[in-house]
């Protein structure tokens, strides 16, 4: 073999190292994409659920504020017609 020929065949193992090296790195980068997908969708998971329990929650919140508008309506003219009666009672 002549000296070309041998630097030839060493300068195609350095590249054929180089390529497994970088094969080798493309593997590492996909498996951690990989689990960064899978975190990713489970924060969103995670988040869906918050969200419906926020929806279900607002809910019924407008629920509450609904009846406690009405128990208003009712309790105050009440509490109006008590007051005039007690003053009547005692200014009589």
């Known amino acids: 073999m002549s ?7 060493a300068a195609l193992d350095a590249i054929q190292r180089n390529q497994e090296q970088q ?10 994409q990989r689990q960064q997908f899978e975190l990713v969708q489970k924060q969103f998971e995670r988040h869906e659920k918050l969200q419906d ?12 504020i609904g009846v406690a ?10 509490l109006v017609a008590l007051l005039v009666y007690v003053s009547w009672l005692i200014f009589r």
């Open 3 to 9: 000296e070309g020929e041998e630097r030839m065949l």
């Open 23 to 32: 094969l080798q790195r493309q593997a590492e980068a996909l498996s951690l």
């Open 53 to 64: 329990r926020a929806e279900l929650l607002q809910g019924k919140s407008a629920q509450l």
């Open 69 to 78: 508008r009405k128990m208003t309506l009712l309790v105050l003219p009440l």
